[in-house]
């Protein structure tokens, strides 16, 4: 098992019925956690890569309605980690 946590970008406000399938994608055999940050426009989510791709992930958040504009890079996770330590 690979897991792997990625973290993407998103424009315009899920709606509540975006946010209800994304809450589903839980179901989905290979994810393991989503985490939907409003306030800094980003969902997180943690996978089973030999279960799942990164286009998969992707494909579902769209079909759930979220409006994904970017893959944040890992370089830039860490630094976004990091800098949450020190608040």
């Known amino acids: 098992m690979t897991q792997l946590d ?3 970008h ?3 406000a899920p709606s509540e019925g975006a946010l209800l399938a994304i809450s589903k994608m839980r179901e989905v055999y ?3 956690r989503v985490e939907v940050r409003e306030a800094e426009k980003t969902v997180r989510v943690e996978y089973d890569a030999s279960r ?3 286009a998969a992930i992707l494909r ?3 079909r759930a309605g979220l409006d994904i504009v970017e893959t944040v890079p890992e370089s ?3 630094e ?3 800098g949450a ?3």
Do not use: C, F, M, P
């Open 10 to 12: 998103y424009g315009a």
């Open 30 to 32: 290979g994810v393991r």
């Open 52 to 54: 799942l791709t990164g």
């Open 85 to 87: 330590g020190l608040r």
């Open 80 to 82: 976004e980690s990091a």
């Open 6 to 8: 990625v973290l993407y």
């Open 60 to 62: 579902l958040l769209r």
């Open 76 to 78: 830039a996770q860490a």
